[in-house]
């Protein structure tokens, strides 16, 4: 089996031409000062949790210009930090990325600040109030609500804002920990008759191997992977965790849970309706791994099996082939999702080889 392909890496020029660039360095800073100037708006209009505010013109006028700024600071910081995160998941082995990130996120917590004083700033406000005399306000009506109900679910302005520096070296530094080993860990695997040491991203990519005998040996061959990293990447996850779990209890919610279910915006109800309906339908995947099974010859499938492909065929998809299939396709009933699909491609918005130093998983990155 070949495992070694020339797949696209993503193009982040079409951002900013490096990151030290020019115009990377100048929205840069421009970020750092608006940051530091709305810090010192905040000062200037004593923008914190209060008894109660009353609310005037001045008052509206207030809320407006915060609202405005924020939005312009926040579309800048998620762009740059879209931008740098892209250098950091495809190789955690760029020290100029990381370090590019450790700077802005210092920044970062200084904006976590603001925010979390205007949200103690809008619980002292007539909310309803707010939204019924400003356009602005109403909106943004939903966040304004939302933030009035968080209010509520505040430490004291000194404990918050020790908590938000304090992410940066607990949190933040583990779950960056974690994608550091998880990405530069690699295993040795026998492929071909020959062994090689390969990134866990390439042997996680074999479960879905026709042949069984290349399955089971990635499978165990990931297992050992782990089992190596097991202590540490323990740690990080037990650190993670064990900093929501203080963080949710000395913000007043009953459990981390009720803090997870309010940021994802449903209620318990909610989550027990979804959780009882993937319970139902249980039967019917255990049914269908049983229809599989025997579809493989198998008595029951081991868990390097769930992924294998059913059927034989003898063709290889190119990746460039593949990207045309799937523009075709859509193009059979959508021109717009057609276009935006070869739109991706050409402009190499995909990152696609599997290699060591890269965060494993799919996920998108907003821009």
């Known amino acids: 089996m070949s495992i070694v392909s020339t797949l696209p890496h993503w193009d982040m020029t079409v951002v900013y031409p490096g990151l030290e660039s020019q115009e990377f360095a100048r929205d840069y ?11 010192h708006f905040f000062n200037t209009h004593h923008i914190e949790g209060q008894a109660t505010v009353s609310l005037g013109a001045d008052t509206i006028k207030t809320v407006e210009t915060i609202i405005q700024r924020y939005n312009t600071v926040l579309e800048a910081t998620s762009t740059l930090s879209a931008y740098i995160s892209c250098f950091i998941t495809t190789n955690t082995h760029d020290s100029l990325a990381q370090a590019k990130m450790s700077e802005l996120q210092k920044s970062l917590v200084t904006l976590k600040q603001l925010d979390t004083r205007f949200t103690a700033w809008i619980g002292s406000l007539d909310v309803e109030a707010l939204i019924a005399g400003s356009t602005i306000a ?12 968080l209010a509520t679910h505040l430490m004291g302005p000194a404990e918050e804002e020790l908590a938000s520096e304090l992410n940066l070296s607990s949190g933040t530094a583990w779950s960056r920990l974690h994608s550091d080993i998880t990405s530069q860990l690699s ?6 008759g020959h ?27 990931e297992l050992r992977g782990w089992k190596q990293a097991a202590v540490s990447l323990a740690a990080a996850l037990n650190s993670i965790k064990g900093e929501v779990n203080v963080l949710a209890k000395k913000r007043g919610w009953q459990s981390p849970l009720e803090a997870s279910l309010f940021d994802s915006q449903i209620d318990g109800a909610t989550l027990d309706a979804m959780m009882t309906a993937a319970r139902e339908s249980f039967p019917d995947f255990r049914r269908y791994l049983r229809a599989k099974a025997r579809a493989l010859g198998l008595p029951r499938l081991a868990w390097y099996d769930l992924f294998a492909p059913v059927g034989k065929s003898d063709r290889v998809w190119e990746y460039d082939e593949a990207a045309q299939f799937i523009v075709d396709q859509f193009g059979t009933y959508s021109s717009r999702l057609s276009n935006f699909a070869a739109r991706a491609f050409s402009e190499q918005w995909i990152d696609a ?3 060591e130093g890269k965060v494993d998983g799919a996920y998108c990155t907003p821009l």
């Open 138 to 149: 109403r909106e943004h009506a939903h966040i304004l609500r939302k933030a009035k109900l």
């Open 195 to 221: 062994i090689q040491n390969l990134p866990m991203s390439v042997v996680r990519n074999m479960a879905d191997e026709p042949d069984r005998a290349v399955r089971k040996r990635a499978y165990e061959a």
């Open 353 to 355: 080889e599997p290699r």
């Open 29 to 39: 800073s421009s970020v750092v000062r608006d940051i530091d100037e709305l810090a």
């Open 187 to 192: 295993v040795p695997l026998e492929v071909d």
